[in-house]
Nanobody, 117 residues
């Protein structure tokens, strides 16, 4: 079983920055890739960014010049550095992990990011 625990959300003004973290426990060595998704009120969950264990990252077009995803394999931790935040970035952000062992996708409980002036 894989467990994901996120932290780092909060309230920030437009143009500000936040750093989200996700700690993976349980069969972490069989996880690949890791990703961050978000869901705004009334909208479907969408991929923000994901990253393979080898370091190849993929971003949603609207965030690729502002957000950076990184993965420390030794610490079983994935980060999402979010800069130049916009109002439309407001959402609940979920960490996600795909297990190559169970062929299942696991989700964290989510962390709220609110961008407001």
């Amino acid at each position: 079983q894989v467990q994901l625990v996120e932290s780092g959300g909060g309230l920030v003004q437009p143009g500000g920055s936040l750093r989200l973290s996700c700690v993976v426990s349980g069969a972490a060595f069989r996880i690949n890739p890791m990703g961050w998704y978000r869901q705004a009120p009334g909208k479907e969950r969408e991929l923000v960014a994901d990253i393979t264990r080898g370091g190849t990252a993929n971003y949603k077009l609207s965030v690729q010049d502002r957000f950076t995803i990184s993965w420390d394999n030794a610490k079983n931790t994935v980060w999402l550095q979010m800069n130049s935040l916009k109002l439309e970035d407001t959402a609940v952000y979920h960490c996600s992990a795909y297990s190559t062992l169970t062929k299942e996708r696991y989700w964290g409980q989510g962390t709220q990011v609110t961008v407001s002036s």
